[in-house]
């Protein structure tokens, strides 16, 4: 992206275009101004968030087209909201572009984006545009309402805890993009979790259910993996948790990749991040209603892990004993020379 | 800034101290959570706007401070919400620190944004952090309330144009930190745009007064220049524009440092950008009162340069002929090691 203002007008001009095919209610003024005016809804509570992702740390371009960028960028936003149980309504959109970036790009991440946040009847209202100095760097940040807000930090002791989906996917699918493609393993499941990882798709609709079903307690979507995510929860809900790690649950796709690469599917579960899946606490006596719930509106399974404990930190248990687990993702290292794989 | 989460967790508790100083009305949830739980006030219209700042594009670590950028990073989009009459509530703020950035440069980031947002009553609620592999960069959302919204849209032929303060100041700022200091300029004038360039003081209360005085028809702020600013007015409101050139209003510190560097003041005040002064349409008859009450209220003087025409795009002019101007506010090249100037 050159640095010219006249360029920059008219790819905000572009942008304008792009985002207008997005249309909602509650848009008094989107692009084109200083900010955009937006209507919220009487009684409910806005919710904010937002996510950078930067080249070379969240992502590489060598396997990232621009579409998979802008549906992603939007994807890790729209968790956070589903994560909360909330309806996603307006995003703003910042992108640094280095030179040499074109308009078919700039098109392209925005068809990326339009595509999933038309699918959540969320309309981008503003955002900016910049060149970069090194590569592109992206800023979202997603409004949304909810009238009564899930929280990571209103666990109870004895409460269930469990997750949708599975988990490790998402690890997976950057192994075999960072690495290499293993032989012997099904192009489908190729094809699953390198998606998983490039397009994920957020459990928005879910976490409206959920927030609405009753008995759900705390919630929070899974983005830098169960290891690190859930000692968050119970630190946040002045509580521990114990976990059996044999409960995890891991889909074939990941399986085959990692017995063809050699890694733990485990490591990948406990450990990758970015599967977006929701990690809740429930009654335990909710907790099959909530699993019929969800397989009959969205056939997704919601897997119990283990429960919420009084207090000493989380542990994890496997055929009875007490284990460690691989926790948190490490990004890619700060210099891009770095060949060091996410998970 | 290192990748690890277990650091980035180390930081979100620092950040969410920090931010924790700043305390206001309508925050549910604050750091911490999936999204901050925000309570807007019935009736009004919610405003957001965002906001890049990139190292090397924006600004250059040789001459800003960390507190600096985190000033100027919540002024900017303080900026836009005044440009609406709005008031700002709530700021999302997401920063990328390149490896080796210290927990005091991230505390000196933060106090800067805070002590700009304390004095606007301004919360922060959220963000993001990650590693960079080039420098900094730091996105901030700004959300704010309005009864009625100034809009660029809504001038109308036969309306008087005006500016707040002075033009150009940023700009002379800027060649002096990016070039040279000029000598025999008195060291209380290179302090002032120099201060102009690192800390400009959003016009948010004035932009407040404005919108509730009545009269006032479209107001923005002038962040790129009032030579490319002012056609983006004029085009908004599918109107055009007559400026008398002399009275873009100067100030003696950078006229004095123009002299000094052999620079043209006023293709800084056209061209220069960053000045975040108010461009208003107002009735005719509503000038003197406005003027009145900006001066009695704000010390703040509103400038009368011309007026909004039927049609047929923005004419300059000078000694009554027509002129061109110098517009827009061209950032640094990509490249880090490119020296031009912003101006």
Redesign the interface.
Do not use: K, Q
């Given at each position: 992206m050159s640095?010219?203002?006249?360029t920059e007008?008219a790819l905000v001009r572009r942008i304008r275009e792009l985002a207008a095919r997005t249309t909602g209610a509650g848009v008094?003024?989107g692009i084109?101004?200083?900010?955009?005016?937006?209507?919220?809804h009487?009684g409910t509570?806005?919710?904010?968030?937002?996510?950078?992702l930067?080249?070379?740390?969240?992502f590489r371009r060598r396997w990232a087209e621009p579409a998979d960028l802008g549906w992603k960028a939007l994807a890790v936003n729209l968790s956070?909201?589903a994560?909360?149980g909330?309806r996603p309504r307006?995003a703003?959109v910042?992108l640094?572009g280095?030179?040499g970036t074109t308009a078919e790009e700039i098109d392209a991440f925005y068809a990326g984006a339009l595509e999933l946040a038309s699918a959540h009847d969320t309309v981008i209202?503003?955002?900016?545009?910049?060149?970069?100095?090194?590569?592109w760097?992206i800023?979202v940040?997603l409004?949304?309402e909810?009238t009564a807000?899930l929280?990571?930090?209103t666990a109870r002791p004895g409460d269930t805890l469990a997750v949708t989906g599975t988990l490790g996917r998402s690890a997976a699918g950057l192994a075999v993009l960072e690495r290499e493609t293993p032989s012997g393993v099904e192009p489908a499941a190729l094809a699953a979790v390198t998606a998983a990882h490039l397009r994920p798709y957020p459990r928005v609709r879910e976490g409206m259910w959920l927030a609405a079903a009753g008995g759900v307690t705390a919630m929070?979507?899974l983005s830098?993996g169960v290891g690190?995510d859930l000692p968050?929860l119970a630190d946040?809900s002045h509580a521990g948790a114990l976990i059996d790690v044999e409960r995890l649950p891991l889909d074939d796709a990941t399986r085959a990749v990692a017995a063809a690469l050699g890694a733990d599917p485990l490591a990948w579960a406990t450990g990758g991040g970015e599967d977006y899946e929701l990690l809740l606490a429930c009654e335990p006596t909710a907790l099959a209603r909530l699993q019929r719930g969800l397989a009959e509106a969205y056939r997704i399974h919601l897997t119990p892990i283990g429960e919420v404990t009084a207090s000493g930190g989380v542990h994890w248990r496997s055929q009875g004993r007490e284990v460690t687990v691989a926790?948190?993702?490490?990004?890619?290292?700060?210099?891009?020379a770095a060949s060091g794989a996410g998970a």
């Open positions: 640095a010219g203002r006249s007008d008094r003024v084109g101004d200083d900010c955009a005016v937006l209507e919220t009487p509570r806005l919710l904010a968030t937002t996510d950078l930067i080249e070379d740390v969240h956070d909201i994560a909360m909330g307006w703003l910042a640094a280095a030179d209202v503003g955002g900016d545009t910049s060149s970069s100095p090194y590569g760097m800023n940040t409004l949304g909810a807000p929280l990571r930090s929070m979507d830098d690190i968050r946040e926790r948190g993702f490490e990004h890619f290292a700060a210099r891009p």
